[in-house]
């Protein structure tokens, strides 16, 4: 009689019972992606096409990644490429633009910019908040992943 091996849990069912993995980063990326572009144009022309997510304190500081007062929705052209108002090419100009039309931002990143970054953020729970802002504002069926 032969004994059966359990067998190990595949990568993704490893990856999705850590909340602080990969999988949960990715998940909550878009999601948060999603929710910042709600307002379906661009918060310095107007414009409705190809929005941009835009990071106000970087990506890289992790406890402030989904969050989504840290954000804003940008066209291509004002989040990367015009030299006189963009977001990554002319900072400063940006940052008094960000001041005079969104103070409430600018004062909220003024404060928070220099606040340390965790160690092992719970991207998964930053899906489950991100799911339900949409699911409160009636916009995705939200299904658990």
């Avoid at 878009?30 to 106000?56: D, T, Y």
């Amino acid at each position: 009689m032969k004994i059966a091996k359990k067998k190990k849990p595949s990568k993704l069912a490893r990856q999705k019972s850590k909340p602080s993995s990969r999988y949960w980063l990715k998940q909550a990326d878009k999601l948060w992606s999603e929710v910042v572009r709600l307002p379906g144009q661009c918060a310095i022309c107007g414009k409705s096409e190809f929005l941009n997510a835009h990071h106000l304190i970087d990506r890289s500081v992790k406890i402030f990644r989904h969050t989504i007062i840290n954000s804003i929705p940008l066209c291509p052209k004002c989040h990367k490429y015009d030299r006189r108002l963009s977001a990554h090419k002319s900072g400063i100009v940006f940052s008094y633009w960000l001041s005079i039309n969104y103070p409430e931002k600018y004062k909220w990143v003024i404060e928070h910019y220099m606040d340390a970054d965790i160690d092992s953020p719970n991207y998964k729970l930053a899906f489950e908040n991100l799911q339900k802002i949409l699911k409160d504002k009636g916009l995705k069926d939200t299904k658990k992943e």
